[in-house]
């Protein structure tokens, strides 16, 4: 390989949520507990990465720090290039254009542009659940309602869209707008065309509006492909407001800044006006050109390494996982570095609670996440992108104290 997947890197002190938080407190979620002494901490909650991004995109920002004035700017032309060649490359887009191309900060915040655009107080919004929970955030903070149609597993352990369900809750209770996650956070799925035909089909009956997002689509796992969900379809080019960012497939959260792809003029002109309003909703300039770097050609290289080493990541702890815990159920991802692993027969077998369960891998270092705020109460969530060493020392601290038989 090109570049290091390997290296420990030691995040402490640098103003790392997913280990400078450890045993504090944070607003939005229950913090792992500090390690109990003789354990070192392996941060596997909050989803982001533990290798360092590629080269690029810090020297983009050096340069462009070098010059010694940061007052307005507008965007340069090479961002918009920048995003227009990424999805020619990796997903076959050949009609995106820079007007098609809207930034936000983050892609939450998009989503919570969008649903203030289109809906008002009290409305309904259709999600998939388990659910990732910034949905669940933003839909509390607007005063919007989440409708959840569950995801069940086929009987290869699969996850799959119930459409039945899904036509049902949008007309029972008049929704107009849909969340999609594409691929799936927590659950992992790379969904298939078909899958999202068959999905787009029913919001176009219900003249649904659809955010789909797509910030985890640079993260394929075993040769799994991701599919635009604007490809799907005329009409679901003009349906959905797709939403994208280098944060995710680069590690650059702590950056900020996300954009979306919006072919539909009107949905493009209310996103707009509704993103303006709030008038702090800008681009950073050394956010921008983090992006720049990271869009160049040395990021699709770094990209594609980075997928075979979480592929090797994800497949280790599955095989350990679904053939060594007896009564814990997980769905190997496609796509994403994250685990969603099930734990209700093993937690009743063995008479312990989850929060029992999940407090044994937080006192021996394992800082994985709770599931119930993904609408799991039997749920873990765990990240996997660290390197190798890391995923083999939490499983075989998971086998001696967690999951004991």
């Not at 533990?50 to 007052?71: D, L, M, S, W």
């Not at 999805?87 to 969008?114: D, F, P, Q």
């Not at 009987?155 to 594409?182: P, Q």
């Not at 640079?218 to 604007?230: S, V």
């Amino acid at each position: 390989m090109i570049y290091d997947f390997t290296t420990v890197m030691e995040r402490r002190g640098k103003d790392a949520l997913a280990v400078d938080a450890i045993g504090s407190s944070v607003k939005w979620a229950v913090v792992p507990t500090a390690p109990k002494n003789g354990f070192s901490l392996i941060p596997m909650w909050v989803a982001d990465m533990n290798f360092a991004t590629v080269p690029t995109i810090p020297q983009e920002i050096i340069k462009r720090a070098q010059h010694p004035a940061y007052g307005y700017y507008i965007p340069a032309a090479e961002y918009y290039n920048s995003i227009i060649s990424w999805h020619k490359k990796r997903n076959g887009v050949t009609n995106l254009n820079r007007k098609n191309i809207g930034y936000e900060n983050g892609v939450l915040g998009c989503v919570s542009t969008a649903i203030q655009a289109f809906t008002t107080p009290g409305e309904k919004i259709l999600l998939h659940s388990p659910t990732y929970i910034g949905f669940s955030h933003v839909l509390e903070d607007t005063g919007r309602v989440a409708e959840l149609s569950p995801l069940e597993k086929d009987e290869n352990g699969i996850w799959r869209m119930n459409y039945e369900d899904m036509n049902s809750r949008i007309r029972k209770n008049h929704i107009h707008l849909v969340i999609l996650c594409s691929p799936h956070n927590p659950c992992g799925r790379v969904w298939e065309k078909e899958e999202l035909e068959k999905a787009m089909d029913i919001f176009r009956e219900n003249q649904c509006i659809v955010i789909s997002d797509e910030i985890w689509s640079d993260i394929l796992l075993n040769g799994h492909k991701h599919i635009p969900t604007q490809s799907i379809s005329e009409d679901a080019r003009n349906r959905t407001i797709a939403v994208y960012a280098p944060s995710k497939t680069f590690n650059l959260a702590g950056l900020i800044g996300s954009y979306n792809i919006i072919y539909d003029k009107y949905l493009c002109d209310r996103m707009r006006r509704q993103s303006d309003m709030s008038h702090y909703n800008s681009m950073n300039v050394l956010s921008m050109h983090a992006l720049i770097g990271a869009y160049k050609s040395e990021g699709h290289i770094w990209v594609d390494e980075l997928c075979e080493v979480l592929s090797k990541n994800i497949n280790y702890a599955y095989e350990i996982i679904v053939n060594e815990f007896e009564g814990v159920e997980l769905s190997k991802p496609e796509g994403t570095y994250m685990l969603f692993l099930h734990c209700e027969e093993y937690c009743k077998r063995h008479q312990i609670s989850i929060d029992e369960l999940i407090q044994r891998g937080w006192d021996v270092g394992v800082a994985w996440q709770q599931g119930a705020p993904f609408y799991d109460e039997w749920g873990i969530r765990m990240n996997l992108a660290l390197p190798y060493s890391l995923v083999v020392e939490a499983m075989d601290r998971l086998k001696k104290y967690v999951f004991l038989k």
